[in-house]
Each structure stands twice: as structure tokens, then as C-alpha cells.
């Protein structure tokens, strides 16, 4: 049984450069999270959406950061212009609504120079 | 955003010995998580907990769900070079919340 997958696994781009980063959730569950993670900051939820709708994106950085999920099986996260300190692991995961138990991608490495 | 504090931050010990971690929140949560972090991997689940005082063992990992609901704590059992990783605490605040939230970590190293 697949697992949530995402791509590019590696991405290095230069400062003020489009990064687009995909992410296929496991197949039946209807909640999906994208999480960043960086030495200083940790694990922090970026925006969630049940059933493909936002619910919550409180935790996106600012205007650079945009995410849509168009269909149950596809989402992915832009930032747009990035910058140097976006750099970190970008994580998907999902889960079956409510259960609460999330299974992680294997996070996309952004490094932006 | 709501925070765990787990420790310790980072542990070395040897192959053999017995490990404990704990996290702790100054809210209630209705679920607590212990997942683990391989390098260049994502997070993977170990153990879920979903009753306060609940305790709960997976092979060598042993669980517990504080009993005021504001803490959990992780044990590894005779430790061996494989556990080396990173060790998260997460928490749901209630029930049918999608949302958890992650402690800092603890790093573990294990010298053979």
C-alpha cells in the first residue's frame, strides 16, 4: 500500500525563483497537512484541508506561500517569490478525518540560494 | 501555536541502556502521539494513546498518557544502534480535531 508521496524530494533554486511542491496523500483518507520543518523552528503546520477545502492556514508564513488541493488524490504548495530563509524540509501527511494519526511523506529538502 | 516542551533535548547512551523521554503542554489534549524521525525520512508513528493513564507498549517502546492529560512520557527498553533518531511527542486537543500539534524533539544517539 502506497504511502503519502511527494516530489521533488530535492529541490536548490535561486532567491526570487517559483518552487512548486507536490504531494499525493494516501489513498481514502480526506485530511491532508503540509508541515515545515527547520533546526530552529521544529515541526510547524503550515495550512490543512479536509475534504480538499482549507481549513486552516493560519500557519502559512505570509502572501508567498500558497497551497490548493483540486482533487482528493493531488495538492501542492507554491511559494513564489522564494527567498533564502524558506529553506527547510517540507512535509505532507495525511490522515482519515479525525482519526488523528497522521502518516508523513518523506518531505521535500528546499534549499534556496 | 500551542506548545509541547519535550525532553530531553538530546541524549547519548549506550547500546543496552534503558531511554525515557517525556512531553509536556500547559493545555488539556484528548490524544497524545510518539512518533519517530529516521535522517532524510519523515516522521513514522509509534505509539497512540487515547485515555488518560492509558498505558501502552509496541515491542521495546512503552507509552503513558498523564494522568492529568497535560503530559505523556516514551521509554525504549534495552537500546539498540537502530533507535538512533528523533523522537516526537504530538497532541490532538479533542476529539474529531484533524489538527496535532508537535514537541521540539529529542534526539537520540545510541554508542554501540
Known amino acids: 500500500d502506497a504511502g503519502v508521496i511527494q516530489s521533488p524530494r530535492h529541490e536548490v533554486t535561486e532567491m526570487g525563483q517559483e518552487v512548486t511542491l507536490r504531494c499525493k496523500p494516501i489513498s481514502g483518507h480526506n485530511s491532508l497537512f503540509w508541515y515545515r520543518q527547520t533546526m530552529m523552528r521544529g515541526l510547524e503546520l503550515l495550512i490543512y484541508?479536509?475534504?480538499?477545502?482549507?481549513?486552516?492556514d493560519s500557519g502559512m508564513p505570509e502572501d508567498r506561500f500558497s497551497a490548493k488541493m483540486p482533487n482528493a488524490s493531488f495538492s501542492t504548495l507554491k511559494i513564489q517569490p522564494s527567498e533564502p530563509r524558506d529553506s527547510a524540509v517540507y512535509f505532507c501527511?495525511?490522515?482519515?478525518?479525525?482519526?488523528?494519526?497522521?502518516?508523513f511523506g518523506e518531505g521535500s529538502r528546499l534549499t534556496v540560494l | 501555536g500551542q506548545q509541547l516542551n519535550q525532553s530531553p533535548q538530546s541524549m547519548f547512551i549506550q547500546e543496552g541502556e534503558d531511554v525515557s523521554m517525556n512531553c509536556t503542554s500547559s493545555s488539556i489534549f484528548n490524544t497524545w502521539l510518539w512518533y519517530k524521525q529516521d535522517p532524510g525520512e519523515g516522521p513514522v508513528l509509534l505509539i497512540a494513546?487515547?485515555?488518560?493513564?492509558e498505558l501502552t507498549s509496541n515491542g521495546r517502546l512503552t507509552a503513558q498518557f498523564g494522568i492529568t492529560r497535560k503530559d505523556s512520557f516514551l521509554n525504549i527498553s534495552a537500546s539498540i544502534p537502530s533507535d538512533v533518531g528523533i523522537y516526537f511527542c504530538a497532541g490532538r486537543r479533542y476529539a474529531g480535531a484533524n489538527n496535532l500539534f508537535f514537541g521540539t524533539g529529542t534526539r537520540l544517539t545510541v554508542i554501540p
Open positions: 484541508f479536509n475534504n480538499n477545502v482549507p481549513i486552516d
Open positions: 494513546l487515547y485515555k488518560a493513564g
Open positions: 501527511a495525511s490522515s482519515e478525518a479525525g482519526a488523528g494519526e497522521l502518516f
